[in-house]
C-alpha cells in the first residue's frame, strides 16, 4: 500500500475532559492512559462479566482525551460513560468536527503510531479535509492479516473476551495498572491461561461468509468472523491452529472441502 492518507469514515471521535477525566477513566477502561499530550493509546471498555463492549484508540491532546470509536459504537459508548461518570467533574461530547486518518508513514507531527502494531502505521485526529478514502480496503485487509478485531466492523459488542479477540496482544490490556470494569474476569483468564480461542487470521479462495463453521476432522473447531477478499478472520481453538496449520485440506465448511491456510499474525503472536 503507497503511502497515502486514508480517511477512515466509519469511525467517530469522543472528546472527555475535566478535571476529574484521567481518573475517571482509568478506573474503567484496560488502558493505563500514562499519556502525554499527542501520543496514543489502544483500549477497550469491558462489561462487568469482562465481555468485550467497545475497543478504540484514545489520544490526548490539549488536556483533553480524544476517543476514537466506530460510528455504529458511538451512542452506546457515551451511554456507558455517562453511567460510570457519578459525580466525576468530567464533560463526555461527540466531537463532530474531528475525523480519524491513517498513514503508513507519519505525515503530519499529530499524527502517532498506531499502538495496535506498528505494522499498521500513522494514525490522528483532526480537521484534514478533501482526504480519499480509496485506500480503505488494502488498510482493512492489513489490519485482518495481522489478526486485529475491530467491535462495530467486525464483531458484535458483547460477545466475546477481549483476550480472544486478542486485545493482550494489542497493546489494549495492561494486567499491571490496577482496576478496570472486568478486570478479575480478564486477569484470571490470562494468569490461569484458560484462553481455549483466538482470532487468527487466514487466506483462501473461497466465498466465506460471517458465522460460517469450521468443522476438522468431523469437530467444529472454530467460526468464521469475517473476510475482504481473499483475507479473513476465525475464531479459532488454539489447542488446533497447528494442525489447521498443517493438514489446511481436511477443513471443512458446509459440507465442502474448503481452502483456508491460517497463519501467525506478524509483530505480536
Not at 486514508?6 to 484521567?22: F, M, W
Request: one cysteine or more; charged letters at 30%; aromatic letters at 8%.
Amino acid at each position: 500500500m503507497e503511502n497515502k492518507i486514508i480517511h477512515l469514515k466509519d469511525r467517530s471521535v469522543i472528546s472527555i475532559q475535566g478535571e476529574d477525566s484521567e481518573e475517571f477513566l482509568k478506573s474503567i477502561v484496560t488502558c493505563n492512559l500514562d499519556l502525554q499530550d499527542q501520543n496514543s493509546l489502544s483500549g477497550a471498555l469491558l462489561s462487568p462479566q469482562g465481555k468485550l463492549i467497545n475497543n478504540f484508540i484514545v489520544f490526548k491532546k490539549d488536556h483533553k482525551f480524544l476517543i476514537d470509536v466506530h460510528k455504529s459504537s458511538t451512542e452506546e459508548f457515551q451511554k456507558k460513560l455517562s453511567i460510570y461518570r457519578l459525580k466525576s467533574k468530567v464533560q463526555i461530547e461527540e466531537e463532530n468536527e474531528l475525523s480519524v486518518f491513517v498513514s503508513l508513514e507519519k505525515p503530519y507531527k499529530d499524527f502517532q503510531p498506531d499502538p495496535r502494531s506498528k505494522e499498521l502505521g500513522w494514525r490522528g485526529v483532526g480537521k484534514i479535509k478533501n482526504i480519499s478514502s480509496e485506500e480503505m480496503k488494502k488498510y482493512e485487509k492489513k489490519r485482518l492479516s495481522l489478526g486485529i478485531v475491530e467491535e462495530g466492523k467486525d464483531i458484535k459488542s458483547g460477545e466475546y473476551f477481549p483476550i480472544e479477540m486478542n486485545l493482550d496482544y494489542c497493546n489494549s490490556i495492561d494486567f499491571y495498572k490496577g482496576c478496570f470494569v472486568g478486570q478479575e474476569v480478564t486477569s484470571r483468564m490470562q494468569r490461569r491461561g484458560k484462553v481455549k480461542k483466538r482470532v487468527f487470521p487466514f487466506r483462501t479462495e473461497n466465498t466465506l461468509t460471517s458465522q460460517d463453521d469450521i468443522i476438522f476432522i468431523e469437530k467444529k473447531v472454530g467460526t468464521v468472523i469475517k473476510t475482504i477478499d481473499d483475507i479473513g478472520i476465525a475464531l479459532v481453538r488454539i489447542e488446533v491452529i497447528e494442525d489447521l496449520i498443517s493438514q489446511s485440506e481436511k477443513i471443512i465448511i458446509g459440507n465442502n472441502p474448503c481452502k483456508m491456510e491460517f497463519f501467525y499474525p506478524q509483530g505480536y503472536l
